[in-house]
């Protein structure tokens, strides 16, 4: 009965903490810091993936989306050139 509840209260709390890591990556300014909240919102997109018991889906998005595409960002921005530095 118990471990219902708190299965009850981890799926209302990981989308809203899912949907709040995007809304957090829409308004930062620095792009490095918005590329880490895509990876935790990816990394918890994976966590209720593995509650909803598809851990396939979670390993997945974990690897990928998580990892991957954070890393490929994080090389993305490093090699761009601020337009403040110039002027």
Sequence with gaps: ?????L???IHIIIPILIVASSFVA???KDLIAAAIAVAAMSLLLSLE?????APDVAIAEAGVGACLTTAILVIAIRAT??????A
């Excluded at 009965?1 to 509840?5: G, R, T, V, Y």
């Excluded at 993936?49 to 018991?53: D, M």
């Design 26 to 28: 829409v308004y930062l």
């Design 7 to 9: 299965i009850d209260i």
């Design 49 to 53: 993936f593995f509650i909803l018991q």
């Design 1 to 5: 009965m118990a471990e219902n509840i």
């Design 81 to 86: 050139k601020r337009m403040e530095d110039e």
